[in-house]
């Protein structure tokens, strides 16, 4: 089975640039998240979609992050225009969505930011 | 409010020697699971073990268990006979039921096996 596929793995910009990351889940899974891991530091989740609706986006900045997931799948995070602060790692994650407590996430590889 | 807790930034470890890796979490939720993830210095998250809320057992996996005290709120990561390739960074995290099956992950252990 194929695993949650990102793109690109490396992103250099600098700061004020624009930049989109890609995502594509496992196939069948409804809930999609994107989080931001800073170095040194723990996940943060930055927006939860359950199909194509978003469950989550508090922690989202929103005056220069969006994302979107069109059609239920592959989803896209932006981000414009970029800061240094947002030099970091990019994950995307999956899961099937039920109810369940014992249903586990499964990651990508990562984006990981430098902004200069 | 931190609703996950890893308490060592880093540890180290002799090969072959058992670790422990401390995690406590905060929830008034009565059902919940617990979740262990190790990410190597290539990036990906690798699920390790998970223990339910309402599990009587200590889960197993392997080399690894999970020390769970639900009075204490505590979700402990056994590693047994530590390899080489254990070195990594190791994240507790807790899926909640009652925040729209939210995954809250804590700061993290690094881990450093010794040869």
């Known amino acids: 089975e194929a695993g949650v596929a990102q793109s690109p793995r490396y992103k250099i910009i600098e700061k004020r640039q624009s930049v989109a990351f890609w995502c594509n889940p496992i196939?069948?899974?409804?809930?999609l998240y994107w989080y931001q891991q800073i170095l040194g530091q723990g996940p943060k989740l930055l927006i939860q979609?359950?199909?194509?609706?978003?469950?989550?986006d508090s922690q989202l900045p929103k005056d220069r992050f969006s994302a979107e997931r069109l059609k239920g799948v592959d989803s896209t995070l932006k981000i414009q225009p970029a800061k240094l602060e947002d030099s970091a790692v990019y994950l995307c994650?999956?899961?099937?969505?039920?109810?369940?407590?014992?249903?586990?996430?499964?990651f990508g590889s990562g984006t990981q930011l430098s902004v200069l | 409010a931190q609703k996950i807790t890893q308490t060592q930034p880093g540890m180290f470890v002799q090969e072959k020697e058992a670790v422990t890796l401390d995690c406590t979490y905060d929830?008034?939720?009565?059902?919940?699971?617990l979740f262990w993830y190790k990410q190597p210095s290539s990036g990906e998250m690798i699920f390790l073990i998970y223990q339910g809320s309402y599990d009587e057992q200590n889960a197993t996996e392997g080399r690894y268990s999970l020390n769970f005290q639900k009075a204490r709120k505590s979700a402990n990561l056994v590693i047994s006979a530590s390899q080489l390739g254990d070195s990594a960074m190791y994240f507790c995290?807790?899926?909640?039921?009652?925040?729209?099956?939210?995954?809250?992950f804590g700061t993290g252990t690094s881990l450093t096996v010794i040869p």
């Open positions: 994650a999956s899961s099937l969505g039920a109810a369940a407590t014992n249903e586990k996430l499964f």
């Open positions: 929830t008034s939720d009565q059902s919940y699971g």
């Open positions: 995290a807790m899926k909640r039921r009652d925040t729209g099956n939210q995954f809250y």
């Open positions: 196939s069948g899974h409804a809930t």
């Open positions: 979609f359950q199909n194509n609706g978003v469950v989550d």
